[in-house]
């Protein structure tokens, strides 16, 4: 009897695919996606440490995993074959490069820490194109698992712009869910558009759909989240995908390129309308800033140069600089942090650095040199290449080849334009998604050079290539289990940051230092908001009056030569100690450092003062005043030691200038009094001083003389012409006091004087001036004014 025949369905032939699925390797991919993304903060200072560690792990469960594998240990060269393609020999020429930058370091610590970070998603990366060219299959199941993911995150931002709408929370900024700010939840849905967009292109039709609503939801998410590298980045990148269908089409003439360009711009339309709608109509209007403005209003906004725009501008002039200092090697990985100082803190006013690049191109060339920077490029360039090539020979999109480096190419496209801006490079969430970009790159490139190869098969591995297999697994293994460590020592300082970096911000330091030197590591020697361990430990013990162990901690400290803070504690502790030399020297370290930091100049100013280096002093405040004309208490402190000096015309020169500046300063404004008084009053001072003498004796014919005498030398004296005013008024003299009145009442406005004038005109009978004057001065609360006005005006008024 004939045994009917099964037709196996398409969704029979997928659960079949899936059981075939070797279950560590799936176990280890499915890891790789989830474990370093979704591991939580675990009260460190951030989440990159957890990230770090579990990614450091990964790596270690999946190279065991790897060496378990009977198949790939006797497939012959199976490891090897990374190293046999373009980007992954430019990949371990960047670790290389990396590793000697380490001779021109200034932190060796650092220089290790960030080695690690590149060698474990070297790793990472090599462990997954292992597993990819084993099994080429896992590869659909990462782009679902991914594009659910981007769907996943662009929904949790859809919920929190919800509740920026209902006043739950302050600003889109506060938006960052599961990652560490709202910048890096932004770079982990824009870099994960790829993965929707593979779909979208290449998937059958429910994997079609899935990628469109993935791109949707995805581009929609980055628009909200207002991140202008990523809008600017949408727009170029938009252009090359639709320029890429064009072509497709105009090759072959089939519609079907035309529906995705079509479905792609839909995508786009309905994200910007959904966003613009929302934003218009929805949004809080008394929260307006850039994050709520629309995506025009805030690309004009890339071209001033204010903000984050000059910052990011500088940082790269100054990598500039250091590329040109040490051109071949760089200035050491990781030290990038260390040597920029040595240019901001010539212009910063204070100690909030900017730590990073926010170009990991340009980063990573100054850190590791030309060779470094070339052989990173290069990782790039050439998965790029492998799939133009591909595309520029006419091969179509049945290849699964060509598909599969179109995600490699169009993944490290969206990658690099989050490193351009930004600097995924220490985030490990980003990371991860460079590692699955350039692994399947790896991958397809090494598919490439086996089907070029002689199609003969190649010996199985001998003896020996099975001991150099292992030796050299094991070295690979201890690197594996040092960099779990490393990250590990760095997870445990991360968690005494976040109580120091909480502290430091609040403003009062609550835990005992012993604590927190405890709790600290030997790595990182810079710890995550840009200060030496050395500096955090040293705030504490000054904050006990633990001073000498303090000093005697950071006059160790060679981490960070340029970060000024080192000197500034220095200082501080030797003033406690009442140490003044010392403390004028560390303070003169620091200001050599960073000129422009105003505390520490006034440190200086005050122990100058004490030594009377008037000069010094005056050099020091004119050429910050030079850089900074907005200070008025700087101003202030100018003129004060140019009248010590001795220069009283320059002091008034100064004073008459910072006057204009800050009319209305008060401070200002009493300075100018005191300069006035020793410029103008102080050599007719004793004419002034008698004349008060005989006015308080009521002899008011002898005061007279004095005050004629004296005005004419100070006539803008406004306390001696009141003097006079009142003389004249004792002395029946009422047109002069009425004259002297006239001037003073608009320069000082008192009630007084003007009941004053008042009473003169009602000695000259002219009631009618009188009555206008002790009114005004009645309602200026003047008692005299009111009795005035009662006795000889009130009764007149009502008649």
Known sequence: MKKKKVKKTRGTNALSRIRSMNIPLTLVVLAYILIPTYTPNLTTFDTNAPKFLALSLMNLVGFITLLTQRDIRRQPGAMALFFKTGPGIAYAGFLAASLLSFFNAINLTESLFQFTKVFTVFSAAFILSVILMHDQRYLKWIVVVFTGMLIYDSITVFYHINEFIQGKIKSVVDIKTIYSNKNILASAI??????????????????????????????????????????LGLIVLSVVVLAYLLIVFLRGKQKKYLWMAGAYVLALGISYLAFSGTRELLYPKNKESRYT???GEQLATIGTFEGSSSKRINAWKWSWHMLKEKPLFGVGSGNWKVIELKYENQRSEDFIYMYKAHNDFIETTAETGFIGGLCFLAIFALIAWAFLKMFFSARDDRDDLFRWLFLAASGIAFYSVDAFFNFPADRPEILLL??????????MVAQQKKQR?????EAAPGKRQHGLLWALSGVALLALIASSYIFYLNFKSSRVQRIAYQEIKGGKLKTPADKIIAGFTP???IVGFAETQSNV???????????EEAIALLKADKDSPWDGRREYFLSMGFNKLKQPDSVLFYA??????????????NVMVNHLDKKKEYDQIISYLDTYLADHPKESKVWVNSTYYY??????DKAWERIEEAKKKFPKDSLVNKQHDFIYDRKFVGPFREDYNKAVAEFNKKNYGAALPYLNRFLGNVPDHTNAMEFRAFTHYHLRNYLKSIEDLDRLIPLTGKAGLINLRGACYRALNKMEDACRDFEAAMKKGNAAGKTNYDQYCKAKKTQ
């Open 293 to 295: 403005q629309g995506v």
């Open 537 to 547: 430990k040293a705030r504490y013990l000054l904050n006990e009056g633990r001073n």
């Open 643 to 648: 009248y010590k000096k001795g220069e009283i």
């Open 190 to 231: 824009f870099v994960k558009l790829p993965f929707a967009l593979w779909l979208m292109f290449f998937g059958n039709k429910w994997l079609k759909a899935l990628g469109w609503l993935g791109l949707v939801v995805g581009v929609a998410a980055v628009f909200f989240m207002a991140t202008r590298a990523f809008y």
């Open 453 to 457: 190869a002689d199609p003969s098969p």
């Open 588 to 601: 003169e370290r620091m200001y050599d450092l960073k000129p422009n930091h105003l505390k520490n100049i």
């Open 523 to 525: 790595i990182p020697s």
């Open 434 to 443: 460079f590692a699955f970009f350039v692994a399947t790159g790896i991958t």
